[in-house]
Structure formats: C-alpha cells, structure tokens
C-alpha cells in the first residue's frame, strides 16, 4: 500500500493552465502505474490519464488528448497532470491512483486501483 498526496488544484479562469502534482510515499513509485481520474458534482469518476511504471507509455481519455499531458518523475516520487486551455467543464476533483499493474482495457477503470489520494479541487471559471 502506498499513500498519495496531490496538490496544486485552484480557482483559474478557462483557457488557464494548471499543474497537478502526486507525491508517493510508503513504496517507490516506480513500482506503481499511475493514473488520473476526475469527478464533477453529481458525476462519475472518469479516467483522465495514465502512465507506465517508467513513463515510457501514456494513456488518455479522448477529451484530454492534446491539452493534458501526464508525466512522472520517479527519482522525486512524483506523478504530474498539466493541464492547459482548461475549460469550465473540466471542473473536478481529480485523484491520483497508483496500481502495481494493470491490462491496458481495465486502466479506465476506477476499481483497477488499489490506492487513491484525497483529491484536489480544480474549478475552472468562465
């Protein structure tokens, strides 16, 4: 089991970017597949992003491609979500999840992962 501590969530008007950052403790992160997942009011949790143990491979929910990107940084223990030209409707908490492996097909899914953040709220204003 790990813990997962994310940050860098705020109140930014649309077209802003932010970065969102996850610190690993408990086991090296390179152990773990990291995902995000994200969850307006009254919503779903959704898969957003993910990346391999080593960063080589990332996977992303289609409406993420080409303005999110997720990378890590496994000698800080920390897995990043930037997101640019951020829109109202990606207002959300957005959680980190880490699991020792995972198939490609299960990775949007949310019980594909066994230890999840507290989130942080990222509110996007028009």
């Known amino acids: 089991q790990v813990h997962l501590v994310e940050s860098g969530g705020g109140l930014v008007q649309a077209g802003a970017s932010l970065r969102l950052s996850c610190v690993v403790s408990?086991?090296?992160?390179?152990?773990?597949?990291m995902a995000w997942f994200r969850q307006g009011v009254g919503k779903e949790r959704e898969f957003v992003a993910a990346i391999s143990t080593r960063g080589v491979s990332t996977w992303y929910q289609d409406s993420a491609k080409g303005r999110f990107t997720i990378s890590r940084d496994n000698a800080k223990n920390t897995v990043y979500l930037q997101l640019n030209s951020l829109q109202a409707e990606d207002t959300a908490v957005y959680y980190c999840a880490a699991t020792p492996a995972v198939v490609v097909g299960a990775m949007p899914n949310p019980s594909a992962y066994d230890d999840w953040g507290q989130g942080t709220q990222v509110t996007v204003s028009i």
């Open positions: 408990g086991r090296a992160s390179v152990n773990y597949v």
